[in-house]
């Protein structure tokens, strides 16, 4: 889901679903096909599309835990042009 007045990617509840689920729509809203983050990510699409599909790259089940047990939420956004050119 995406905060659209701040822009950020919310993962309510995180499991690899709803993360899966995020994350392709954040392709979507910034017209990412899976061509292209597999580009991006120096990979085959074949294996953005299992990604995706959650057939690789799950979430260890104890870090889920941990954040339940902390009452913590996964959430991702955009990065500040500090942040991408590598300073704080």
Do not use: F, W, Y
């Amino acid at each position: 889901m995406i905060d659209e007045t701040s822009n950020t990617l919310l993962l309510m509840n995180p499991t690899d679903e709803q993360i899966r689920t995020a994350l392709r729509a954040a392709m979507a809203a910034r017209n990412v096909t899976q061509a292209e983050l597999a580009r991006r990510l120096e990979v085959k699409q074949p294996s953005v599309a299992a990604i995706l599909s959650g057939k690789r790259g799950s979430i260890p089940q104890s870090l889920l835990d941990v954040l339940e047990a902390l009452d913590l939420e996964l959430t991702a956004h955009p990065r500040s042009e500090a942040e991408k050119s590598g300073r704080k």
